[in-house]
């Protein structure tokens, strides 16, 4: 009678941006039909991002194995392909996972405005297609709570920079008129992507290449920028005013003769931003005339001054979490015991109707004003005998006391809707 949540995702805490795309549903009717129809779930929500793809499912059984066998079937990938990228979380652990995301603390930018938005549209959907139920409804209603209030009581969502923002940020004051400048962007990895979403953002057109161009292609579908052949993009960099590198090459992907090159056919000047750890950009380049560059170091020290001050937030935002999680867990307990309080509630109401009928017949009562009192005073002594029983199953629930609903079941001989 038990039904768990369960969250399965695949994240960019575990998979590069550009492979979170092999694991997403491009058509989600199908994926829910799927999900329902062959997982042993009995509601599910889906939540994709270009950063997440995320189930969460509930039902009388769940089984891991047939979620994973369902995903794979859905995306057609082998079911080895999630044996480095899937995270699960069932029960309190799944509950805290969704109050994070809602909140902002499981974003790849602490405090991301975005998440909660598609949060609230993946619920949205799943009601829409009968595919959430009482459950899921429940424990996503109040995480969108929650995780509205942790935002404006702790003002988390405020000025929260990442490494890829701070790096464009840094442009758009160093360049006038970022926007008409050509801008190419080497890397499709977190850094790559946190950039990629900040210009896009801005509304701020850019190249994007990878050492592969299927990567740069998919990177771009997903993130954004129009791909361009690697060997290409790095063969030449006579047209680029602005360069943002973020790899993970074990070599200068940017060398000095490259820029140098470039510089002397007669280019105004460049701008290189250098993410990459390790560096992939020659820091000779620097001491090239008309060539401004930082490296992650220097931008990483601008975003640490940002954090410093948030730490502090991240803190309250974790401890409202922490005095929520048991509430949200007594509520999802709680909706275990709701059918058997609805239907022994039901079951007395049907015997109390039918011998009231029968009292009214033997008294011979026709007067509607004088039924209507005595049908009042029956359902009043139902009530007032029953809902003290009745309330204390529900708190019993709350505290996970198992032993109480059993009993309550087997008294009232109520029997489970499967």
Known sequence: MTNDVINARVTFRKSPIHMLERFTFRDLDSAYQSFLKHSGLQECVILQTCNRVELFGCGNVSNT????????????????????????????????????????????????????????ESINTARQLQASGTSLNTLFD????????????????????????????LAEENIDDLKSKRILLIGTGEAASLVAKSLKKREIEFLVTSRTFERSKAFAETVGGKPVKFEEAIADFRSIDVLFVATTAPYFLVTYDRVKEAMESGKNGMMIMD?????????????????????????????????????????SAEKIINEELPVVEAAMKRI?????????????????????????????????NKIRIIDQLTQAIVEDIMSTPMNNLRKASEQGDSEIVKTVTKLFDYKTKE
């Not at 029960?91 to 930018?109: C, I, N, P, Q, R």
């Open 275 to 315: 993410l990459s750890n390790p560096r992939t950009v020659d820091e000779k380049v620097s001491t090239i005339k008309k060539i401004k560059m930082m490296n992650l170091d220097q931008i990483a020290e601008m975003v640490d001054k940002n954090m410093r001050t948030r730490m502090g937030v991240v803190s």
């Open 142 to 169: 109040k995480a969108i709570r929650i995780g509205t209030r942790v935002r404006r009581t702790t003002g988390i969502s405020k000025g929260s920079i990442s490494i890829g923002s701070m790096a464009v940020k």
């Open 65 to 120: 194995e047939k979620i994973k066998k369902t995903w794979a079937s859905v995306s057609g990938l082998e079911e080895n392909a999630f044996k480095e990228n899937l995270e699960i979380s069932q029960g309190t652990e799944a509950y805290e996972h969704l109050l994070k995301l809602t909140s902002g603390l499981d974003s790849m930018v602490v405090g991301e405005e975005q998440i909660l938005g598609q949060v609230k």
């Open 336 to 368: 275990e015991v709701e059918p058997i309080v609805n239907g022994v509630f039901k079951e007395i109401d049907q015997v109390r109707l039918k011998e009231l009928r029968k009292a009214l017949q033997m008294l011979g009562e026709t007067d509607e």
